[in-house]
């Protein structure tokens, strides 16, 4: 199932892996709204697991609007 996530939340996730240049690239690259299917190529060259990221939200994401 895929899931739109406010690039916001991915790049606080990179940024508390304590890679600043990882976390800068990532603010650059990805789009506004990451979605974890369209986006997942993108996300794994992060070290972020698409459908980890959408299960470890929860399902809380913010409706997308």
Do not use: W, Y
């Amino acid at each position: 199932l895929a899931m739109q996530i406010p690039k916001g939340m991915v790049v606080e996730r990179i940024r508390a892996a304590g890679d600043p240049d990882r976390t800068a690239r990532a603010d650059a690259e990805l789009p506004e709204r990451v979605d974890t299917d369209r986006d997942a190529d993108l996300l794994r060259s992060f070290d972020l697991d698409p459908q980890e990221l959408a299960d470890g939200l929860g399902g809380q994401a913010p409706s997308v609007g």
